[in-house]
């Protein structure tokens, strides 16, 4: 071939060689501008701490009336102790939510209806779901009683009588009944095991907390009106009766049955929504009742109509 050719030649496959990369950099081009869009890019929400309710854990209750409380809320939050609308006192939560309270001077004898209200460091504002009522003794000697309202219409007796002689720590102090179901609190030793029967028949079992404290509400469980008996046994380690305890009470609309750690003020508030109304009871009952003050378990009364 000649020098001619041969330059020519070249020229063509260089030609072709440019036109090659022209139509790969022209379909890479269109194959770019048809990719989809990249989606936005969102900065992600702050996050809104869950609220936490204040709460009454320890409440603790002299016969003069000198009190104090210990709870939890939101780290930081400050804590309004409320007695009915009464602000009493203030406290600020500490970094793990907890804080304490103990008031001036005592409470004045008589019923306390109790409430918290916490508010964070954002604002927000929130009720304790648990309030607490008390009651100071209006005579030296009395017990004090404290009684936590849980907000599925229960309770339980923080601080209230000494159970039944013999029954050591284990005692039923609330039996609250409600639309045919049965819920029962009482106190036991720390952490231990209590079954409960109702008419001699096992109903569940139920662990004490750190401090005593049990509530059992049986699940699936209708209670007829009329007069039953509950019984609580409490547990050794292997399983057997360490101590056992037993309660009459009457469910249905017009009788009660006193209970340990009852009073007539708590058996009014339950039934009329306000403990005043315990002299409805009493004159309806002025032959079995002395002394308003002294009721004992196993007396069983009659609730007229308010």
């Not at 020229?11 to 790969?24: I, K, Q, S």
């Not at 869009?37 to 002299?62: E, G, I, M, T, Y």
Request: proline share 7%; aromatic share 4%.
């Amino acid at each position: 071939m000649s020098p001619q050719k041969v330059k020519v030649a070249l020229g063509l496959v260089g030609f072709l060689a440019v036109l090659v990369g022209v139509a790969t950099v022209s379909i890479m081009f269109q194959a770019t501008s048809q990719l989809p869009p990249k989606p936005p890019v969102v900065a992600p929400k702050a996050s809104v701490p869950a609220r936490v309710n204040p709460s009454f854990d320890v409440v603790r209750l002299s016969q003069e009336g000198s009190l104090v409380i210990a709870g939890r809320a939101e780290p930081g939050a400050k804590v309004e102790i409320l007695d009915g609308e009464r602000v009493i006192g203030q406290v600020k939560a500490d970094g793990h939510g907890e804080w304490v309270f103990v008031p001036d001077s005592a409470l004045a004898p008589g019923q306390h209806d109790l409430q918290l209200r916490a508010t964070s460091a954002d604002g927000r504002v929130a009720t304790a779901d648990a309030p607490v009522t008390m009651v100071v003794p209006a005579q030296k000697g009395g017990t004090p009683l404290v009684v936590k309202r849980l907000p599925d219409g229960g309770s339980v007796v923080m601080l209230g009588p000494v159970g039944q002689e013999g029954a050591g720590s284990l005692s039923i102090d609330a039996v609250d009944y409600a639309d045919h179901r049965l819920s029962a609190s009482g106190k036991a030793s720390s952490s231990a095991t209590v079954r409960l029967y109702l008419d001699n028949h096992a109903i569940g079992e139920v662990g004490a907390d750190a401090i005593g404290l049990w509530r059992l509400v049986p699940q699936d469980l209708a209670v007829a009106p009329g007069r039953h008996t509950l019984r609580a046994d409490q547990l050794d380690a292997a399983g057997k009766v360490a101590s056992r305890i037993e309660v009459a009470f009457v469910s249905g609309a017009e009788m009660v049955t006193v209970e340990p750690g009852n009073s007539l003020w708590r058996i009014a508030h339950r039934r009329y929504g306000h403990g005043a109304a315990f002299t409805l009871i009493f004159q309806a009952n002025k032959g079995n009742i002395r002394d308003p003050n002294l009721i004992y378990p196993g007396q069983v009364f009659a609730v007229p109509r308010n």
